[in-house]
Structure formats: C-alpha cells, structure tokens
C-alpha cells in the first residue's frame, strides 16, 4: 500500500450540499478510516472553505481517485472533478 494525496477544490456555495450530505459521507468513511492518513479543510486567508486535502493509503493510484470520488460530497456536486 502507498500514501496518494487528493486535493479537492469546493465549487461555491455547497454549504446546504454539505449540510444535507453530512450522515452519507460520514457513513461512506466509517468503514474506510484507517486508509485516511489526514483529512482536513483547505481554507483561504479570510478562513472560507475553498476546498479540502486526503491523504489515503490504497494500492495504486486508481483505487486512491476511486476511494474519494465515490464519498458522497464528491458525488453531490462539491467538487470540481
């Protein structure tokens, strides 16, 4: 297994996605926890969430792209692909 890092850049105004999609994308990683090394909100000098940065442990890079874009954000729209 090795470390891949996905930034992920937010499109405008997801907070009601987020706020809707909290207990699917809660769910979705409950199960995948120990593949997350780090997760955490990419924010802008004036602190707005501009997007968020993972470091998971997969088996090559498809499977890393597979592993964060199926989390139900990425899925809803509050990502660019």
Not at 26 to 49: C, H, K, M, T, V
């Amino acid at each position: 297994m090795m470390l891949f890092a996905a930034t992920l850049r937010a499109r405008p105004d997801i907070a009601d996605i987020r706020t809707e999609m909290r207990d699917a994308h809660d769910a979705y990683w409950e199960p995948r926890l120990g593949r997350i090394w780090l997760a955490g909100p990419l924010l802008s000098d004036n602190a707005e969430r501009i997007g968020q940065i993972m470091i998971v442990e997969a088996g090559n890079r498809d499977d890393a792209y597979s592993l964060v874009k199926n989390d139900p954000y990425f899925l809803a729209g509050c990502f660019d692909p």
